[in-house]
């Protein structure tokens, strides 16, 4: 069964920027019926009035938004829908105040209300265990980013599954415990979002983003002990605001945000058009990232309810207008919602899984976890250390054996000297002492033996006893082992028991919030019939005062005649007005979207054309065609890929182009034969240069002093200087205007005497022999 697509509309308040130009209110909301008319200030034609299924002014709370939009979407997650909550509107009106609004209690808006709401479930629930992640991405010109990544910059691709449908390939996504996780989890990607000032907004949102939380439950009954497990999927989209360059002041990399904002958002009314049309077999969801995402919100498998938000001001009529129109269109898509049941990738199924594997390996390996290590005091019954203690001799010296031989031949010459005092002579006597010292080595090897065969037992107990430590060691090692085990898997289990949620409501208060939350559900239900009842009944009545107009023919006289077809003629040429001013209007808001269109193509054009220019005058019309010849289009993707240089050779000749260049022998990188050429024609380019090293003359600085010019010297002087210090007519010293040879010498200088030795004519240097 399919239903409509929700939509509520919300109007801010005059900001302070208004107030001081002293704008006017052209917005009228009635709450009630939830109708919004819009007068035009420019002229006298009749206001337009649209008529939605919800209509807040400027007065409404952020709960009362919450609990009219949001609070059935996500009652209906719990029970295992798909619910998408987005919120629309031009620039500056609101749309991230009523998804994420302020701090406090009281402004916080639609998507921390949902936290509370989603964990309140979870904890009034009764005989279910529950598990919720929750993930966050925003889409910035085109790219999708994840916002709880380490790096947020990075791309993310979107991948197509036929069970799953659209989902993004390594987006993060984190099991939460309770509502402090889920609003950390929105802080952090607060922090990596997107922002940027304008005009019109000092915290203009530049992307849109998406908050996903993922709720899966499982029930256990009679008829299914294993459980069914139920998955919901709720999507909170903060959708970036609709702009004018003229009136937000965007340049630089504001208008290319601009630029693509103003495409997504284009991309996403034609996928309305052709979905409210139903003519077009085709509905453009590949147009945009955000089309693509939103594709099941949109005419598939979800609940889904839309919040346009839009400006009062006189100021802001063509932008007003616009998304009263698109809000319009929007309410005439119908989606088809189903619950979904026990889905191939449930990860609750999983943990319970994993949950019941930890549980076996922990009872297979002995069930609780030991208190103490075997052997230890108050250990396991039947593992007890004996202990033997054994006494070994000390060691026998000389003068031992010594004294104790004395002693032995004392005794035994005492008990001779009673029985034969007389009869001994100095032979027997001599016999005797030999007999003694015998019987005492012989005493002594016994001994001597005894202390060995007890050194040998004491070694063989220390061994045993050594043995028996070790295997003590070992067994107390492997107790530890097997405790450290269990206590990991213990706490594993214990952390993934702990993401599973369970309900705590066993009966008293809990069973009586449940209670009152079912009736409160109940009288919504009701609220809702009784609301569509009576726009039923209204529209009916608009009916039968048209067809009574038009059926009554029979009139008094002349005058009672002129005067009621006056009166539908006036109510006909009205209707013919607002249809005519609709219909223009409707021209004029398609040639404001075609000038943006064009806008944006011609500044596409623009930058295309910079790019050609730079390409055609700084790279190389060969090094262009091997790029095209990598290039081509990726359909899944939809980006240029570069071929491999390896790729592309297997399909060339082995002399390509595209063919890498060996590295000389020597050299750190490859060097093409025209590097090497020129390089060997003395080219100081660096670009020709295998190192990455450049060669520049040294720019010497200015001198900053003079040659020393000392006082004049009398040529006489010098010349006898020279002659005193030369060695046989070498150039010994450098005046400060002339050389001086010993041969250039004057005559009337005195000539050195000769030495009265002789030296040997070798010892002369420049002497011939």
């Known amino acids: 069964m399919g239903e409509c697509v929700k939509v509520a509309v919300r109007c801010r308040p005059l900001n302070s920027k208004e107030k001081a130009d002293n704008r006017a209110t052209i917005v009228e909301v009635d709450n009630k019926i939830g109708q919004v008319t ?167 949102s530049r992307s849109h983003s998406i908050f996903t939380i993922t709720i899966e439950s499982i029930e256990m009954t009679q008829a299914a002990p294993e459980g069914h497990i139920r998955v919901g999927k709720l999507n909170l989209v903060d959708l970036a605001g609709s702009e004018r360059q003229s009136k937000t002041g965007a340049t630089g990399d504001r208008l290319k945000e601009a630029t693509k904002i103003n495409l997504s958002l284009s991309a996403l009314g034609n996928v309305i058009s052709a979905l409210v049309d139903g003519k077009s077999g085709h509905v453009p969801y590949r147009d945009s990232k955000l089309t693509r995402l939103l594709q099941d919100s949109l005419g598939g498998n979800t609940k889904t309810t839309m919040c346009a938000n839009m400006g009062p001001a006189d100021w802001n009529y063509d932008e007003t207008l616009s998304t009263l129109r698109y809000a319009n269109r929007a309410k005439n898509i119908k989606n088809k919602p189903k619950v979904n049941e026990d889905p191939k990738d449930a ?84 016999k005797v002492k030999e007999e003694a010292a015998a019987k005492a080595k012989a005493e002594a090897a016994r001994l001597e033996e005894e202390k060995k065969k007890a050194e040998e037992e004491a070694a063989k107990m220390q061994r045993k006893q050594q043995k028996i430590k070790e295997e003590m060691q070992k067994k107390t090692q492997d107790a530890e082992q097997i405790r450290a085990e269990k206590e990991a898997l213990a706490k594993k289990l214990k952390a993934m028991e702990s993401k599973i949620l369970k309900g705590d409501a066993a009966g008293g208060l809990a069973e009586v919030t449940k209670k009152k939350e079912e009736e409160l559900k109940k009288k919504e239900a009701d609220l809702e019939k009784k609301r569509k009842e009576e726009e039923g009944r209204r529209a009916k009545i608009a009916a039968m005062e048209e067809a009574q107009l038009a059926a009554e023919e029979k009139y008094k006289d002349k005058a009672d005649e002129a ?69 081509h289009w990726d359909d899944e993707r939809e980006v240029w890929v570069l071929e491999r240089l390896s790729d592309i050779g297997k399909r060339e000749s082995a002399a390509g182009n595209s063919r890498r260049p060996v590295s000389a022998s020597g050299q750190r990188r490859p060097t093409s034969d025209f590097a090497k050429l020129a390089n060997a024609m003395g080219d100081m380019n660096p670009r020709f240069k295998s190192e990455n090293i450049l060669n520049l003359e040294l720019d010497l600085p200015e001198r900053t002093t003079y040659d020393y010019e000392g006082p004049g010297v009398d040529p006489r002087v010098q010349a006898a200087i020279n002659a005193a210090f030369a060695e046989d007519g070498e150039l010994i010293f450098v005046g400060s205007e002339q050389n001086v040879h010993l041969g250039e010498v004057t005559a009337n200088v005195a000539q050195r005497p000769e030495s009265a030795k002789k030296r040997p004519a070798s010892a002369r240097k420049g002497t011939k022999k």
């Open 38 to 204: 819009l007068h035009n200030p420019s002229n006298d034609e009749p206001p337009k009035t649209f008529t939605f299924d919800n209509a807040f002014d400027w007065n409404v709370t952020q709960r009362e938004v919450y609990d009219v939009v949001a609070r059935p979407i996500v009652n209906s997650v719990a029970d295992g829908f798909n619910g998408t909550i987005f919120a629309y509107g031009q620039t500056g009106t609101g749309k991230t105040h009523t998804m994420e609004g302020a701090p406090t209690p009281e402004l916080q808006g639609i998507i921390p209300n949902c936290f509370d709401h989603v964990i309140e479930i979870v904890n009034s629930s009764q005989g279910k265990q529950w598990m919720v992640r929750a993930s966050y991405l925003e889409i910035y010109n085109e790219e999708v980013r994840d916002l709880l990544s380490k790096d947020p910059k990075n791309k993310l691709e979107l991948k197509e599954h036929k069970d799953s449908g659209v989902y993004v390939k390594g987006l993060n996504a984190f099991v939460v415990k309770g509502v402090p996780e889920l609003k950390n989890v929105l802080e952090v990607g607060k922090k990596n979002r997107s922002v940027g000032a304008t005009l019109m907004n000092q915290d203009s």
């Open 347 to 430: 990860m609750l199924r999983e943990f319970q899984e994993e949950i019941a594997r930890l549980k076996a390996m922990l009872e297979a390996e002995g069930g609780a976890l030991p208190d103490a290590v075997p052997g230890a005091p108050g250990g396991p019954a039947g593992e007890v250390i004996v202990e033997k203690v054994i006494t070994v001799p000390k060691a026998l010296d000389a003068a031992f054996l010594e004294q104790m031989r004395r002693d032995m031949e004392e005794q035994m010459k005492a008990e001779l000297s009673a029985k034969q005092a007389a009869a001994l002579n100095d032979e027997q006597l001599k």
């Open 563 to 631: 005067e009621q077809k006056t009166k539908k003629l006036k109510k006909l040429w009205k209707k013919f007005q607002e249809v005519n001013a609709e219909v223009e209007d409707m021209y004029k808001e398609f040639q404001r979207e075609k000038e943006d269109l064009l806008e944006s193509i011609r500044m596409l054009q623009d930058q295309m054309q910079l790019k050609d220019m730079v390409i055609e005058a700084f790279i190389p019309p060969e090094e262009v065609q091997k790029v095209m010849k990598r290039a």
